[in-house]
């Protein structure tokens, strides 16, 4: 059997502005250290051989305030040897809308997907309990697909600070 094949895609989603249209910039406005950061471990932890000698592993990194995520064309590149999970990382609340629109899409593709970023890991922290859209929010995302992470899998993305969507 050959080697199987993992393809991560590290998303730094945008926001949308107060006319429902994506914000986005002819130019970056500020680099992400956060897409190179998590680009240069995910390789690291392959290089290393983490992940077993019989894992190909691929890394592409989309900055959404630059460009287009190329939704269908990721999915294209899940099959049978491919697993394809796709990362959000530093969600701030106000782009958590936009990586929710975005991850739906890429459920319904078929397509893992982990959310990361201060909305997920702090905003629920700054309150003694969660409001009713906040408590109500799960349970929408959950009729959508979304599920926790389980397994070894979850103690990677808890000590990280990540939700899985």
């Not at 393809?7 to 945008?14: A, D, E, L």
């Not at 290089?47 to 691929?58: F, K, S, T, W």
């Amino acid at each position: 059997m050959g080697k199987r094949r993992l393809h991560v895609v590290y998303i730094r989603p945008s926001r949308y502005d107060d006319d429902g249209y994506v914000l986005r910039f002819w130019r970056g406005v500020l680099p992400s250290n956060t897409l190179a950061c998590l680009d240069a471990l995910t390789r690291a932890v392959a290089q290393a051989g983490e992940l077993g000698d019989d894992v190909d592993v691929e890394v592409d990194v989309y900055d959404d305030t630059v460009q287009r995520i190329p939704v269908k064309k990721i999915a294209r590149l899940k099959n049978d040897n491919t697993q394809v999970v796709v990362g959000f990382v530093g969600v701030q609340s106000n782009q958590f809308e936009r990586a929710s629109d975005l991850a739906i899409e890429f459920r319904n593709a078929g397509i893992q997907v982990l959310v990361g970023g201060f909305h997920v890991s702090g905003m629920l922290a700054l309150f003694d309990k969660p409001s009713h859209d906040l408590r109500r929010e799960p349970v929408q995302r959950r009729s959508r697909g979304a599920r926790r992470v389980g397994g070894p899998f979850a103690r990677c993305a808890q000590r990280h600070n990540a939700a899985y969507l």
